[in-house]
């Protein structure tokens, strides 16, 4: 399932935040956003997610025209730093919500939709919290929630807008592991907003780095380290130099 980004432009009052953005993304791919504060990075997920509409420039999926669909139409699962779970809801609640609130023809039956969930837990490691509600969770087991929810309406995309930037270092690493591994398990394509380049380098097939509402560079870690496209991408970089050199994540 593919996506393509073509020339979006996107403008807040005068100033233009996105200026003819263009990504291709292949089935599968996980892709981070990366640049400095304001660089566009939220305002292009949000775009994609249908949470708003550019003023020009096409999205497509797997071909199909999506540019004017609206979010629950594009069907992404989303994930966001403060990403409120249902309070009044168990975690087994939250996660078996999406797939509860489908269309009659589309909706699994109770007894698939708890199999499901039981099995989308387990995934995530977090089958012993089936039954707490959100205020008995930690940060970072409700980030695990958030994702598992986001993963039970099998949706063609994920996307991430810094889901995990108010975890500390442990856990960051913990959730990081673990959203590769499901993402790959599940085998749905990625789109992560991220300050951190460690975690941009170590998670992602390629990395978009953009600058003043503008792709800079759209390659692999290992070229954007080596084949730096501007001297902006190798300044921005070097601490993921640094971080290469370490020896991870390349
Ligand atoms: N609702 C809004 N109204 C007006 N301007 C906005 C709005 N949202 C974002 N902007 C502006 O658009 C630009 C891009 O913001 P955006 O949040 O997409 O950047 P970002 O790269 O995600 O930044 P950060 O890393 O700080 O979250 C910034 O100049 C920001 O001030």
């Known amino acids: 399932m593919s996506l393509q980004i073509q020339n979006i432009s996107k403008y807040y009052g005068a100033n233009l935040v996105l200026d003819a953005v263009s990504l291709d993304i292949e089935p599968g791919e996980f ?11 939220t305002t292009l997920l949000r775009t994609i997610a249908g949470l708003q509409f550019a003023e020009g420039g096409t999205l497509s999926f797997d071909g199909e025209d999506i540019t004017g669909l609206d979010a ?3 069907r992404f699962g989303m994930v966001f730093q403060n990403y409120a779970l249902f309070e009044h809801m168990s975690v087994a609640q939250n996660v078996a919500f999406g797939l509860k609130m489908r269309e009659r023809s589309a909706r699994p039956s109770a007894k698939d939709i ?11 490691q977090i ?3 089936a039954e707490r509600f959100p ?3 930690s940060g970072g087991q409700r980030q695990r929630v958030a994702l598992t ?14 889901p995990f930037s108010a975890l500390d270092t442990r856990v960051r ?3 990081r592991f673990s959203l590769r591994s499901l993402q790959q398990k599940v085998g749905v394509g990625a789109i992560l907003v991220t300050h951190d380049q460690e975690e941009a380098f170590e998670l992602a097939d390629r990395i978009a780095v953009m600058a003043d509402g503008k792709i800079e560079q759209f390659d692999t870690p290992a070229n954007l380290i080596k084949k730096p496209s501007s001297p902006f991408v190798a300044e921005f970089l070097e601490g993921a130099g640094g971080y290469n050199q370490s020896g991870a994540g390349i």
Request: hydrophobic content about 45%; cysteine-free; charged content about 30%.
């Open 31 to 41: 892709i981070a956003l990366l640049g400095p504060s304001g660089s566009g990075k």
């Open 72 to 74: 629950r139409e594009r």
């Open 114 to 124: 708890s199999r499901r969930v039981v099995e989308l837990l387990d995934m995530a």
């Open 127 to 129: 089958g012993h919290l």
């Open 135 to 137: 205020s008995q969770l």
């Open 149 to 162: 929810r986001a993963l039970a309406i099998e949706p063609r995309l994920l996307l991430l807008d810094e």
């Open 173 to 175: 690493k913990d959730l």
